[in-house]
């Protein structure tokens, strides 16, 4: 579960893997498009890459009357 500040969290579940070779480096890639200061990390020790697939994601913000809640539900490829 994700959270910020307010009254507002992110609940997300799926599979995880973490891509080798090939697909690792095509992950690498969409990632450092996106941080660019990403390839910086690439020498860290501990680093890890992992790709999710989202089986339900469900938004939740509490400081709404009624709380406003919007859940996602994906279908198995």
């Given at each position: 579960m994700v959270g910020w500040g307010?009254?507002?969290?992110?609940?997300?579940?799926?599979?995880?893997?973490?891509?080798?070779?090939?697909?690792?480096?095509r992950?690498?890639?969409a990632y450092f498009a996106v941080w660019p200061d990403g390839p910086e990390r690439v020498l860290w020790p501990t680093i890890a890459y992992f790709v999710v697939?989202?089986?339900?994601?469900?938004?939740s913000?509490?400081?709404?009357i009624p709380p406003l809640i919007?859940?996602?539900n994906f279908s198995a490829p």
């Open positions: 307010g009254e507002q969290t992110v609940q997300f579940e799926g599979v995880a893997i973490e891509p080798e070779d090939r697909e690792l480096e992950v690498q890639e697939q989202p089986r339900w994601i469900r938004f913000d509490f400081e709404q919007v859940e996602i």
